[in-house]
Nanobody
């Protein structure tokens, strides 16, 4: 059974950085799609970044709102992905989730479509101005 656990959230000032981690248990994400999503109060869950992890060169997609500020990476154990968030803004405040598409490729990589069928509990990021 796939279990995902996020960590690294916190409260920071605008312009500061955080690094989130997503550890997968019972699952290796090589040649699979993993996504970072966020949900602010009263808003729909939105995609932040997606990685198709490989042993050599992963493919990565970013939402326009975070491109150039956020970076997704994987570690060599094939169990952890990271989201490095730089130059944080108050509008980045949200609960951040990682998700895995354990079967087929998601039809829309940066949307919380049903193909993302395993989710973590989330980690809160709060950015104050």
């Amino acid at each position: 059974q796939v279990q995902l656990a996020e960590s690294g959230g916190g409260s920071v000032q605008a312009g500061e950085s955080l690094r989130l981690a997503c550890v997968a248990s019972g699952y290796t994400f090589t040649n699979k799609f993993m996504g970072w999503f966020r949900q602010a109060p009263g808003k729909e869950r939105e995609g932040v970044a997606t990685i198709y992890a490989t042993r050599t060169y992963p493919s990565i997609w970013y939402a326009n709102s975070v491109r150039g500020r956020f970076t997704v990476s994987q570690d060599n154990t094939e169990h952890t992905i990271y989201l490095q968030m730089n130059n944080l803004k108050p509008e980045d405040t949200a609960m951040y989730y990682c998700a895995a598409a354990t079967g087929v490729r998601p039809q829309r990589l940066l949307e919380a479509v049903p193909e993302y069928n395993a989710w973590g509990q989330g980690t809160q990021v709060t950015v104050s101005s």
